[in-house]
């Protein structure tokens, strides 16, 4: 078990759906990221917040829009995606200043 | 964006014996960290190494830093079933973002 938490585990959604993405932690971390990994690859940067302000979007399509809305949560928001945005989407959390991050189990998105 | 490569890409061993992954990396970094990652599941963190550092040990972790060559060696000694995983290097070079490497998958046969 980790101490950030992602729901779903799962999740399958159509091209025209829009969802949302939940991540929690409870330690008390000043920023918070989201990552997308395919399969067999490193995971990749899309968003980090510090301070629940959001400091760093790696370019990503407007198409995912996060929000954090206090220090404990992350949300990423899903609408109009593609097939080839199936992906896991990995939270994580960090006390900052270079420090390890703490990683969630991710949720595994499927578009059709 | 991916700063670090790794090498082997695969990795496959005996329990019992040693696994050893290498890490190169392309600019100047505060840090840098390996973490594993169990199939499906997050990533967990290993060990950190400062860039001030050459050597760092945990349990039955060896990890060895040398800036000058910008690369980076993660040693599993005894190695067991449960090392199974992937690991990937990550490099802190500013802030809040970490950089990861294209990771080596570690298969330990029983």
């Known amino acids: 078990d980790t101490e950030v938490t992602q729901t779903p585990k799962h999740l399958v959604m159509g091209m025209t759906n829009k969802k949302s993405l939940k991540c929690e932690q409870h330690m008390g971390h000043r920023a918070m990221y989201w990552y997308k990994q395919k399969a067999k690859k490193p995971p990749e940067l899309m968003f980090v917040y510090s301070y629940e302000k959001l400091s760093i979007n790696e370019s990503v399509p407007s198409r995912f829009s996060p929000e954090c809305p206090n220090s404990s949560l992350l949300n990423l928001h899903l609408h109009a995606l593609q097939p080839e945005d199936s992906a896991l989407y990995l939270c994580?959390?960090?006390?900052?200043?270079?420090?390890?991050?703490?990683f969630g189990n991710g949720t595994r998105l499927t578009v059709t | 964006s991916q700063q670090g490569e790794e090498d082997p890409q695969a990795l496959s061993i005996q329990e019992g014996e040693n696994a050893t992954m290498n890490c190169s990396y392309k600019t100047s970094i505060n840090n840098l960290q390996w973490y594993r990652q169990n199939s499906g599941r997050g990533l967990v963190h290993l060990i950190l190494i400062r860039s001030n550092e050459r050597e760092k040990h945990s349990g039955r972790l060896r990890v060895t830093l040398d800036t000058s060559k910008k690369s980076s060696s993660l040693l599993i000694t005894a190695s067991r079933a449960a090392d199974t995983a992937s690991y990937f290097c990550a490099t802190d070079g500013n802030d809040y973002k970490l950089s990861f490497g294209a990771g080596t998958t570690v298969t330990v046969r029983a």
């Open positions: 994580a959390s960090s006390p900052g200043g270079g420090s390890p991050l703490h």
